[in-house]
């Protein structure tokens, strides 16, 4: 059974910076792409960062320069490093995976899902 499990979220004031975890259990990720993906309320999801079994990274403009996104393989750890945050950042963070091949801008193509983990950015 695949298990995507989140870990990290928080509240944190406007500028600060939040660490987010996701270890993947159940099957091997070597031909699937892990993302981040993120839903505030009222919005539909929006694609965060993704990043290839090979360490290609690709991020949404809205975070590119202020989040990183990494992989530790042989742990199956995906980790999303947030600083510089924003108020409108404030999110349920999903950690996701994709096969290879897939848009890895559309969280559709997302068949794996963790349980999400609250982020939330005060002013």
């Known amino acids: 059974q695949v298990q995507l499990v989140e870990s990290g979220g928080g509240l944190v004031q406007a500028g600060g910076s939040l660490r987010l975890s996701c270890a993947a259990s159940?099957?091997?990720?070597?031909?699937?792409?892990m993302g981040w993906i993120r839903q505030a309320p009222g919005k539909e999801r929006d694609f965060v960062a993704a990043i290839s079994w090979s360490s290609r990274t690709y991020y949404a403009d809205s975070v590119k320069g202020r989040f990183t996104i990494s992989g530790d393989n042989p742990k199956n750890t995906v980790t999303l490093q947030m600083n510089s945050l924003k108020p409108e950042d404030t999110a349920i963070y999903y950690c996701?995976?994709?096969?290879?091949?897939?848009?890895?801008?559309?969280?559709?193509?997302?068949?794996?899902w963790g349980q999400g983990t609250q982020v939330t950015v005060s002013s």
């Open positions: 996701a995976a994709a096969p290879f091949g897939s848009n890895w801008v559309d969280p559709d193509e997302y068949n794996y």
């Open positions: 159940g099957r091997t990720f070597s031909r699937y792409v």
